[in-house]
């Protein structure tokens, strides 16, 4: 849910979610770095919280908070979540007050039915809130490996799951944005991009004056 603070501060809740090791910790690593070294529209504040396995496994979540540099009221506190099956309620949980999504796909052929399952449950979490309240961006993660998903295959999981819209009218369709991506720093790839198309249409939404 958007925090607007008595000193004009406005806080915005972007969630990154996705099956275990898709990826995420990775991105908002990457993430934090482009905008630390890069002139980006939005740059971080403080370090990046993580609390996680020996393994480097997310254990419960990572949380990072960036400043716009064009609305420098704007803040976005950036959460991923767990993805092993153990950690289902606190998944719900970090999901509360969430304003955008960033679902990340393990883009590996053998991985489909698990990146099924976690669009399912975060279907179900959002109880019919994306796309139509909450802005969906999908990244197709690990485009660098070989025997991927494509675009065009998970188009049609999207419209399994009535995330998305057929028209001939294309003005009206409101669809998720899908990027291919790259997660690792030295490899990276519409990482950047993928938050600033979801901070797009967050802040088309909240301060429709600002389009």
């Known amino acids: 849910m958007v925090v607007f603070t008595e000193d004009n501060k406005i806080y915005i809740k972007v969630l990154y979610w996705g099956m275990a090791r898709s990826g995420k910790t990775t991105i908002v690593d990457t993430l934090y770095k482009i905008t630390e ?70 883009s590996q052929v053998k991985f489909l039915e698990d990146n099924i399952e976690s669009l399912k449950e975060l279907k179900n979490v959002a109880r019919g809130k994306l796309i139509k309240e909450i802005p969906l961006v999908v990244m197709l993660n690990k485009q660098d490996l070989s025997d991927i998903i494509g675009k065009e295959e998970f188009i049609q999981v999207l419209k399994d799951e009535q995330l998305w819209v057929e028209t001939e009218n294309k003005i009206n369709i409101h669809n998720p944005i899908i990027y291919e991506t790259c997660a690792l720093y030295d490899k990276r790839k519409n990482v950047y991009r993928s938050f600033a198309e979801c901070g797009r249409q967050l802040i088309n939404k909240i301060l429709p004056s600002q389009k």
């Open 37 to 106: 070294e890069q002139n980006k529209d939005i740059v971080p504040i403080g370090n990046l919280t993580k609390i996680e396995r020996a393994s480097g496994a997310t254990l419960y979540f990572d949380r990072g908070t960036f400043q716009s540099t064009t609305q420098k009221q704007v803040f976005y506190n950036i959460f991923t979540v767990a993805g092993q099956s153990s950690f289902s309620v606190l998944r719900k949980t970090i999901f509360e007050g969430t304003d955008g999504i960033i679902f990340v796909v393990d």
